[in-house]
Structure formats: C-alpha cells, structure tokens
C-alpha cells in the first residue's frame, strides 16, 4: 500500500515538475534571462537598439534558487505557526514573487539607463505589458516548486530528511540549470538570431546583431514568448518532470542499492539513445554549413 501511495505521489510530482518547468523556462524568456541576455545587452553597443527586456540577474540557477529559498523559508515559517499548507504555500509564492519583481523592474531600468550612452530609450510600455506576464509565470513557478517540495518533505514515505527551504533551494537550482541548458538554446541561438541562417553557428562578427523587427513591427519579449512556448518551454518541463519522476520512481520500487543499479541502467540507456538521435539528425540533414 505504501509502494502505491508512494507511485501516485511520484506520478504527481512529475506532473508539478513538468508545469515548473514550462513556467519557468517561459518566465526567464519574457524577461530576457541567463545566457541569451549577454546579446540583448550587447545590441546598443553595435547600433542595435532594441525593445526586449533586459534584465539577467543572474543566471538562472542563482535567480530561481534564491527565490525558491524565499518562497520555502516564508511557507516553513507559516506551517510552524499551523498555517493551513495551501494557504502557506499560496501566500509564500505571492511574497517571493513580489521580491523577484521589484529586483526585476530595478534590474531593467538600471541596465537600460546605463546604455543611454549608446542612444537605447527606456520605453515605459515594456514595463506595463511584460512584469505583469513576468509575475503570473514567476508565481506559477515558485508555487510548483513549493508544492513539490512539500510532497518530498512531507508526504513521501520515506520522506526527503531535509527542512523545507533547503528542499526548495535545491530545487530551485536544480529548475534553474535545466532551464539554462535546454530552453535558453531555442531563445538565444534561433528567435535572437532569425536574421541568420539556421545551422550556420554564431561568430563573433554577429554578436548583438539580433532580431528586432517582425512582420508587425519590432519585436519584444511578448514576441519572444509565444516563440518559445511552442518548443522550449515544453522541453524544459519535459526534462525537469523525467529527472523528478525517474529519481523518484527507482527508489520507491527498488531498494536502495537495486535503485542504484536501475538509475545508472536509465543514464545509460538515455546516453545511447540522445547518440544515436544525433546521428540520425547528422545523417539526414548533413554538417554544420562553414
């Protein structure tokens, strides 16, 4: 009976998991996060001014963690004071999204102000139209990975042998990694870089030389997020909710050390499988274009 309680709660973070994911990648999009942000900061500097929001933080790891440890240390705190847990859990996520907000707005008018020397206009549309976006995806977010942690916390059997902020700053990180490394590629090398031919890499001659018009006049970050929801964000909640569901899943069916062996089975058998797709994509499609 404990081994199906367990499953279903399993199945059931992997379904939290998948809906992080796809929020955060999203959120990190709209609001020009991590890796892709160096080129969006660049553009004024080569002639290209731009309206794409342009915040970056940090990277995604850092942001996301930091505001996860916010978010659990809030709900921790609430639960001691025998809080009821959704309510914890929905008032923590509304707190830490309004932190993430306000360095979020601060972020962008600082950074844009700064490259006035370079002639780049502070435009106070993309602050009405993109925070709000940016705090329904950022609360979405931190109220998963809030959920998710609770589970692990509290309800698995056996449970995670943690405290509830530690649990969500792992996660946080966790989240924030996956985000960086998978949904960043889509948004930075092809919706950034349209302007170039797909496959053709991006040297150094074409840093900061993005996109900025569409057919309906300049692009912005709105822009970028109905780009990225059809591929990346997907991608990301994805991968985040397999991680979750296979670490999770092997332990509650194996014991410890057949979990061990299961676990690098999968890794395995996941390595052969991304080599082989690779080839096959070689193959059809042929090289890199010089």
Known sequence: MDILSNLLLVTFMGLIAVIAGIFEDLESDVASTSNPNSQVQLAPQVGKLHKLFNRAISGEPLLVGCMSVIAGSLCYAFLSSNVNVLLAIFISSILATIVQTIL?????????????????????????????????????????????????????????????????????????????????????????????????????STSGNITRMSSMGSNNSIDVLHFCSKFAGPLTGLAFGVVIFLSFWTTTVFTVNYAFIVSIILVIIITVFNYLLERKARNKYGKYQD
């Open 104 to 204: 979020s707005i601060t972020s962008y008018m600082g950074r844009i102000t700064s490259q006035s020397l370079y002639n780049q206009p502070l435009f106070m549309d993309m602050l009405y139209k993109h925070v709000p976006t940016m705090m329904a995806f950022a609360f979405v977010t931190l109220f998963s990975i809030l959920m998710l942690s609770y589970v692990m916390v509290y309800l698995l059997v056996p449970s995670v042998n943690l405290s509830l902020p530690i649990v969500t700053a792992f996660m946080g990180i966790t989240l924030g990694s996956i985000g960086s490394a998978v949904g960043d590629i889509h948004y930075g090398a092809e919706k950034l870089y349209q302007n170039q031919e797909f496959g053709s890499g991006l040297p150094v």
